[in-house]
Nanobody, 124 residues
Framework: QVQLVESGGGLVQAGGSLRLSCAAS????????MAWFRQAPGKDREFVSG????????YYADSVKGRFTISNDNAKKTVYLQMDSLKPEDTAVYYC?????????????????WGQGTQVTVSR
């Protein structure tokens, strides 16, 4: 059983930055795939970025490429999402998620563990 706890959300002006953290407790494996999703009111949950615990591969949605950076600290079992040049359309609840096994995914139903979410609001 793995528990995920996000932190770091908040209110920021457009063009600003935030760093989200996702701390995992319980058993994790280097083959686990960690991802950030977000969900805005009235919209489906969408993939933002992903990384393997080994840190060998990273993935980004086109909408955040060049602005967001995902990283991890294996010793702390923590995944980070550095968000720069934030835009009002980045406003959403951001969720951390874990997928067991090889291969990556951008499909929410492939992920077996989720955090509670953290609100990110970007004002104009």
């Amino acid at each position: 059983q793995v528990q995920l706890v996000e932190s770091g959300g908040g209110l920021v002006q457009a063009g600003g930055s935030l760093r989200l953290s996702c701390a995992a407790s319980g058993r994790t494996f280097n083959t686990d795939f960690m991802a950030w999703f977000r969900q805005a009111p009235g919209k489906d949950r969408e993939f933002v970025s992903g990384i393997r615990w080994s840190g060998t591969m990273t993935y980004y949605a086109d909408s955040v490429k060049g602005r967001f950076t995902i990283s991890n600290d294996n010793a702390k079992k923590t995944v980070y999402l550095q968000m720069d040049s934030l835009k009002p359309e980045d406003t959403a609840v951001y969720y951390c998620a874990l997928k067991r096994g090889l291969g990556y995914s951008k499909i929410p139903t492939d992920f077996g563990a989720w955090g509670q979410g953290t609100q990110v609001t970007v004002s104009r």
